[in-house]
């Protein structure tokens, strides 16, 4: 079984920047897309960011020129650079990977202060 495992989560104020990371076991051979999910308590997990094993990537109108994910291969990571935070922006990010099966982090808050 693949495991992902996200960091970088925190408390930042209004209009600052945070980098998740989400680090996934073995090989990420046989992995056709991935992204970020975000959900704040009482409210629908979302789509956030959306990469295919192409590269073409896709954003959640409300984070779009602001947000950015970008994969590293060579280490099986996944990043989230998140600039010009809003208190909206609040929530558990989790990343995600889908292969032959439907992966998913255990998820990292991220907390804005207005």
């Known amino acids: 079984q693949v495991q992902l495992v996200e960091s970088g989560g925190g408390l930042v104020q209004a209009g600052g920047s945070l980098r998740l990371s989400c680090i996934a076991s073995g090989s990420m051979s046989g992995i056709v897309s991935m992204g970020w999910y975000r959900q704040a308590p009482g409210k629908q997990r979302e789509q956030v960011a959306f990469i295919v094993i192409g590269g073409s990537t896709d954003y959640a109108e409300s984070v779009k020129g602001r947000f950015a994910i970008s994969r590293d291969n060579a280490k099986n990571t996944m990043y989230l650079q998140m600039d010009s935070l809003k208190p909206e922006d609040t929530a558990v990010y989790y990343c995600?990977?889908?292969?032959?099966?439907?992966?998913w982090g255990k998820g990292t808050q991220v907390t804005v202060a207005s």
């Open positions: 995600r990977m889908v292969g032959l099966w439907d992966y």
